[in-house]
């Protein structure tokens, strides 16, 4: 990743955070999308910052972060954009105080406007099981079917399936090794039919001649790209018929749901999931309480209003 932009609007601004991606990428070892994620993010506060003629990041206080989420806003960012800016922002004030550059960190205690929490879409089991009824010999129809049953089957992010390799797959035993956010590695079991479909694509997987290790592979050969993924994906869901837009979240986010439904274990749901932190897999609770709201609703005789 290139840390250095084309232009240098302000080596002053600029310098501090190209040490902060070099940091990231060398010591923290961050992935390419986090890094640039934090690269757009301290790029589009810098020209924010020379646009309001301030030039040194030591002289940025509390005031002067307001004035950054408030022009932000103004410019059109949504809520979760405006969040992520904020939070690239506070993580490298820290570095910098780490850095003896700053005592204390202006960003903290600001927050963003908070925004009604959104709630994932997921298909329901029918759609879900519609959409997997592929059964064809092609092979990118078989691969394809494959990365969709595991999708599914484990509840992986789209990152942990085209990163997955050969040797993380152990088929004897019915599970797969997979590499998380953070680095943080963690075993998940796979379905029986996501066995069987890995059993029909590895054998086909040699016809491409794999550069490397990797499980699921593009025509040429090369490790299968997040974007094909999510193309082929919405093509199948096309092809199926399926009503809404497929793509590889809504596998996951269903995978959660159905699995918190049947068994109500948050915890071992949050396993599954990877999530660091249980708050972030209890937004699935949402989900399951409106399921459970309906059910409620239209079955209790008490719960029928305007009925004596």
């Known amino acids: 990743m290139t840390e250095h932009h084309d232009e240098l609007s302000c080596p002053s601004l600029q310098n501090p955070v190209d040490s902060f991606l070099r940091y990231l990428r060398v ?25 309001i003629g301030l030039t040194d990041w030591t002289k940025l206080d509390a005031a002067g972060v307001r004035m950054l989420v408030t022009r ?43 925004k009604g929490r959104h709630l994932p879409k997921n298909m329901d089991v029918d759609e879900v099981n519609h959409l997997l009824d592929i059964d064809l010999n092609d092979p990118l129809a078989v691969r394809d079917r494959t990365m969709l049953e595991l999708m599914y089957g484990a509840g992986l992010r789209l990152s942990e399936l085209v990163g997955l390799d050969c040797r993380q797959v152990n088929l004897a035993s019915g599970d797969i090794r997979v590499v998380g956010k953070g680095s943080k590695e963690r075993k998940l079991p796979i379905g029986r039919m996501a066995i069987t479909w890995l059993n029909r694509w590895l054998p086909m997987r040699e016809y491409y001649a794999p550069d490397d290790d990797a ?14 993924v999510e193309k ?77």
């Open 27 to 51: 010591e923290r070892q961050l992935s390419p999308y986090t890094l640039k994620s934090y690269q757009r993010q301290l790029a589009a506060l810098i020209a924010l910052l020379v646009d």
């Open 72 to 114: 932000s806003k103004r410019s059109g960012l949504e809520s979760a954009s405006l969040a992520l800016r904020l939070s690239a922002l506070r993580s490298f004030l820290d570095w910098m105080i780490g850095q003896g550059q700053i005592t204390a960190n202006p960003a903290k205690g600001i927050s963003t406007p908070r």
């Open 215 to 228: 499980l699921f592979v593009s025509k040429h050969g090369n490790r299968i790209s997040a974007r094909n």
């Open 232 to 308: 082929r994906f919405a093509e199948w869901g096309v092809k199926q018929g399926v009503n809404s837009h497929v793509h590889p979240h809504k596998l996951r986010h269903s995978f959660a749901t159905h699995m918190l439904e049947s068994s109500g274990d948050l915890r071992a749901v949050q396993e599954l999931l990877g999530h660091a932190n249980l708050s972030t897999t209890q937004i699935y609770t949402h989900l399951d309480f409106q399921h459970l709201s309906s059910v409620y609703d239209a079955a209790h005789p008490r719960a029928k209003r305007g009925k004596s």
